[in-house]
């Protein structure tokens, strides 16, 4: 069965503006997490949705949002971009939440921002 | 504070060698610990999952142990080969942080042939 699927996967954008992330779970997964991976600060927890509904978020700022769709793919959008976005976005999905399921990642989608 | 440690941060080792990777985490209430490995450029494959009641998982040549009470868990690679070259990461779902998955920063192993 497919994988993990995110779009695109890779873009440039310059300060200020904004960019929204897509990612197409597992089949029958319901849980979508995000996270952040930099080389300075490794992979961070970005936010973590199941069934539409967030159900944990990191440490980020609101310029960092997300959602998920009845049909359980989910975009996340970063607004009014800064240098520090620019990173390796995953998404990963899993059966179950966070707390019980194996997680299964995508390829990434990393944006660049000038 | 590192929440998720991994020792040691490189490795390298000769083709046929079994080898240890090192996790450990400062909160001994976990929900679960998983392995990945990532290959550069790549997203994260799982290797093992183990869950809070587990000891440990077996996957062919790989075994992973948790000892919640000492907040270690293990990552034993029998036999290794050059393909298994990568960064392996070890993540932590830490009820101290809000049920969140936590990861370490990564051993990258190079296996030389």
Redesign the interface.
Known sequence: KAG?T?TPRYLIKTRGQQVTLSCSPISGHRSV?W?QQTPGQ????LFEYFSETQR?K?NFPGRFSGRQFSNSRSEMNVSTLELGDSALY?C?SSFGT???G???????SRLTVL | KQEVTQIPAALSVPEGENLVLNCSFTDSAIYNLQWFRQDPGKGLTSLLLIQSSQREQTSGRLNASLDKSSGRSTLYIAASQPGDSATYLCAATLMEYGNKLVFGAGTILRVKS
Do not use: D, I, P, R
């Open positions: 993990v995110q997490s996270y490794g992979l961070q927890f944990n990191g995953l990963a966070g707390l019980t194996e997680l299964f990642f995508g390829e990434g």
